[in-house]
C-alpha cells in the first residue's frame, strides 16, 4: 500500500494549469505525495489516452466526457489490470496492485 502510486492527467490543455491542478488536489484533499496531477499538450495527452484505451470528447461547453478507466501499471509501465467503470468490485485490481508491487 505504502508503493502506490495514483496519477491523474487532465484532457484540459487550456484550463489545467498548474495552478488549477493545485486548487483541484487541495479541494479533492489530494495532499498526499501518492497523488500525482499531470497535465501536458493536447497531442501528448491523446497519444497517452490511445495507448491506454481511454475515450474522451470535449463538448460544446468545454467540458470533457470520457471513459471511467482505471489503470493498473507495473513499474515497468505496462499494463497489468484494466477496470472499466468505478462501481462494482475491486478484488481484481487490488490483487494486480498487489502483484504489480512485487
Given amino acids: 500500500r505504502d508503493e ?15 495552478a488549477a491542478l493545485k ?5 479533492a ?12 499538450e493536447a497531442d501528448e495527452v491523446q497519444e497517452l489516452a490511445m495507448l491506454l484505451g481511454v475515450k474522451y470528447k470535449k463538448d460544446a461547453r468545454g467540458q470533457f466526457a470520457h471513459s471511467n478507466l482505471i489503470t493498473v501499471l507495473n513499474a515497468e509501465g505496462e499494463i497489468v489490470h484494466q477496470r472499466n467503470g468505478l462501481h462494482g468490485e475491486v478484488a481484481a485490481a487490488v490483487s494486480a496492485v498487489r502483484l504489480a508491487a512485487k
Fill in 4 to 18: 502506490t502510486q495514483f496519477v491523474l492527467v487532465s484532457f484540459d490543455d487550456v484550463r489545467d494549469t498548474t
Fill in 23 to 27: 486548487a483541484y488536489r487541495e479541494r
Fill in 29 to 40: 484533499r489530494l495532499e498526499n505525495p501518492a497523488w500525482t496531477l499531470l497535465r501536458g
